[in-house]
């Protein structure tokens, strides 16, 4: 009798389009009357939170979901970037999927405006990174930052399979920020000299990303 009766006071005040309603509901029981708190929520605004437009479910089922590698930087929390990278094979290096990787990354390197990008970080869990640091980021470092940190402009370069050894072990510390981890810096020690290894990779477009770069500058 109980269930009854609140089911059959609730199927009305929802037929009503009640919205927020808080409501006392008498109800028969063996002492007598006695009344029952009853607190609907906005049915009508939580129903609306989840209905997605006749264009957005067209768009789901015609355009697939983006695939790797992305067009933009995976954001810490991602499983891409907390698991081990695997080594490229060399007879893959030249592959187009190999050479579509790299354009990507390139391209994602410059559009946010970091001086590297590994695989991992577009959804590609392989062992490749390019880097690059322009004149122009130099030229936009003041003196004292540039004597301080030793920096020195480098043109693009491509690593597959990087490996790294150390040629100083004397470390220093200086605010260093992450695209993957986008908003936040923080005092990472490095050591003072190092020296990067890999695989060449024959960029095909290279020229193409050369220009698309001194355009955009």
């Not at 808080?22 to 609306?48: H, M, N, R, W």
């Not at 006749?54 to 590698?69: E, G, T």
């Not at 491509?158 to 986008?182: H, I, K, M, Q, T």
Request: hydrophobic share 35%; aromatic share 8%; proline share 7%.
């Amino acid at each position: 009798m109980l269930l009854r009766s609140l089911s059959s006071t609730l199927r009305s005040y929802l037929r009503k389009g009640t919205s927020g309603l808080t409501a006392f509901c008498p109800l028969q029981t063996s002492k007598g009357k006695s009344c029952l708190l009853i607190s609907v929520c906005d049915y009508s605004s939580y129903s609306e939170v989840k209905q997605r437009t006749y264009w957005q479910y067209l768009k789901r089922k015609i355009i697939a979901p983006p695939a790797p590698p992305y067009f933009h930087v995976c954001q810490v929390g991602d499983p891409v970037l907390r698991g081990i990278a695997k080594p490229v094979n060399p007879s893959e290096i030249t592959s187009p999927d190999m050479q579509k990787l790299v354009k990507t990354l390139i391209k994602v390197m410059r559009k946010v405006d970091c001086v590297g990008l590994s695989a991992p970080q577009v959804g590609v869990p392989l062992q490749v990174l390019v880097l690059e640091f322009t004149e122009q980021k130099y030229n936009e470092s003041s003196l004292h930052l540039r004597e301080i940190r030793q920096l020195a402009h480098f043109p693009l370069k491509v690593f597959v399979n990087p490996s790294l050894r150390v040629l100083d072990s004397r470390s220093f510390s200086f605010p260093e920020g992450c695209a993957s981890l986008s908003g936040f810096s923080a005092c990472v020690p490095r050591y003072q000299a190092v020296e990067i290894s890999g695989t060449k990779v024959v960029q095909r477009n290279r020229r193409k990303c050369d220009k698309q770069a001194a355009q955009r500058k």
